[in-house]
């Protein structure tokens, strides 16, 4: 949305949409490809001198540095009314292609489950469709405070997977029965909107 405004007889443009909370989520939209880069291409050439470990250190060091962003961006647009359409289209576009990279990243390494992976991104899948369907019907689904645990135990199930610790694979199929129990709140209340 922008306004015009005339100060001392210039006329300047105001863009609601370059906020710091936007920028930030773009940041993560970003960052997410290159820490895919990171995890799947280990053996280019680019990378010959530095150890496989290694690379899983930077992408975590990315990861968390992208979730950082994912806080703080919400943290602003609540705080200062920063909340745009943008955003909201933004943010949740820039956490799923964040973890998006993560799972199958670590998947094509061999760490991740593929059936707790292809039950994650099914979930996903499913709720964007209705999420579209949800706009187009003029319905307002908010994320949910069981939306935002899921999406918080997906990023530390990733991060515990990136640093190969013992007991990541039950924080992934954790983070998995919450992502399908999250969903299955959504698509309640999208049917209860509906009048279904």
Known sequence: MKTICKKRGIIMTKNKNLNIPNLLALIRLLLAPVMYLFLVNQDASIFEDIHPSW???FAAF???LASA???FDGYIARTFDQITVMGKILDPLADKMLTLAGFLGLMMQGVA???????ILTRELFITGLRVSAISEGIDISASW?????TVAQMIAIGFL???WPFAT?????AAALT???GYEYTKEFFQKVGM
């Not at 489950?113 to 039950?119: D, E, F, G, K, V």
């Not at 069981?146 to 899921?150: A, S």
């Open 162 to 164: 990136l640093m190969h």
């Open 55 to 57: 690379l899983n250190y």
């Open 180 to 182: 399908l129990y999250s």
């Open 69 to 71: 962003t994912d806080f």
């Open 113 to 119: 489950s593929p059936w707790a992976i292809y039950l």
């Open 146 to 150: 069981m939306g935002k645990i899921k």
């Open 170 to 174: 039950t924080l992934l199929w954790i």
């Open 62 to 64: 990315i990861f968390v």
